[in-house]
């Protein structure tokens, strides 16, 4: 088994920069955490990818995105969290609803987000305020609207490709990759051009992967007449970071009125992290800790 890996490099005399995924296991742990439909994982693995993808183009180690598409369809919100290295977290409300394969034999991924909707990037860089883009869903098929925030929303003209292979019968992730292919400033139209004629070989990618080609060799094909320079490699996984210390400042935050209710009424509470499924237990003494915290530290009433 080929290990998950993304690559970084630069294309046409570095005219235009790309990044490239193989995320199979990423996409069968996020399929196995939250028991997730056939349609779910297609939708839920793209996303998951080109938020692994971003997270490993931002500068600094600290730094994290998040992307959350809101359709109209039964998805609910799809909700991604990416950090440092390509890990990356995420869940969809309604991980079990499922489709009927549309008429050319694919998932509806369409069907399953729903259209109007938006997409949602937010960069953490560790200033003051986060930076948050935003652009309308124009297929819901997820690549296609990625393509469309980095155009829109950064104004950097984008290729993006994002697919995930799963067995008919059971449903089992075989392939799943991306690629993201992006103008630097200056780009030359002819550089752009070369890279449009390899545009119909791009969507091979998944299926490459899910037949056990590795992602060095598709690119080095891919890429044959393009002056490919490769500049970084990272292992992306499906990692969660939750912890009972920030589900204390959680509690914590939601002032001494309520964590004293919460100790009167029930004299326990379990906390469940919508990411990876982890419940945290807070008993009667470890919740009457936490309000004499709130307390010395000036909590709120209200």
């Known amino acids: 088994m080929n290990q998950d890996l993304i690559l970084h490099g630069m294309l046409c005399s570095c005219a235009l920069r790309f990044a490239a995924i193989d995320g199979t296991q990423l996409v ?23 938020t692994s993808v971003i997270a490993t183009l931002c500068k600094n ?6 992307t959350v598409i809101a359709g109209s369809g039964p998805s609910g ?21 499922e489709l009927p394969l549309r008429e050319d034999g694919k998932l509806d991924v369409r069907g399953y987000i729903g259209l109007p909707g938006k997409l949602t990037v937010i960069r953490d860089l560790g200033l003051k305020e986060p930076y948050v883009g935003m652009c309308n869903l124009i297929s819901g098929e997820i690549a296609e609207d990625f393509a469309q925030y980095f155009t829109a929303s950064e104004q950097q003209p984008s290729v993006v ?31 752009i051009d070369r890279v449009m004629k390899i545009a119909d070989r791009i969507p091979a990618i998944g299926a490459r992967i899910a037949d056990g080609e590795a992602l060095e060799t598709i690119l080095k094909d891919l890429f044959s007449d393009l ?18 210390e920030r589900l204390e400042r959680a ?37 009457e800790a936490l309000l004499i915290e709130a307390t010395d530290n000036g909590g709120t009433n209200v």
């Open 161 to 191: 490709y994002l697919g995930v292979r799963e067995n008919a019968s059971d449903g089992y992730v075989t392939g799943a990759g991306g690629l993201l292919i992006q103008a630097m400033p200056n780009c030359p139209d002819e550089a």
């Open 61 to 66: 180690d600290t730094d994290t995105v998040s």
């Open 227 to 244: 002056d490919a320079e490769y500049t970084n490699r990272y292992t992306p996984s499906f990692s969660c970071d939750c912890s009972r």
């Open 28 to 50: 069968r742990d996020a399929q196995k955490t939250h028991n997730l439909s056939r349609v779910a994982t297609a939708a839920l693995g793209r996303q998951l990818m080109m």
């Open 77 to 97: 919100n799809l909700v991604c969290v990416g950090r440092s290295g390509g890990l990356v977290k995420g869940y969809a409300t309604n991980p079990d609803a």
């Open 251 to 287: 509690l914590i935050s939601i002032g001494k009125k309520e964590l004293k209710d919460l100790i009167d009424q029930d004299g326990k509470a379990e906390l469940t992290c919508q990411f990876c499924g982890k419940a945290y237990l807070f008993n009667r003494d470890a919740l």
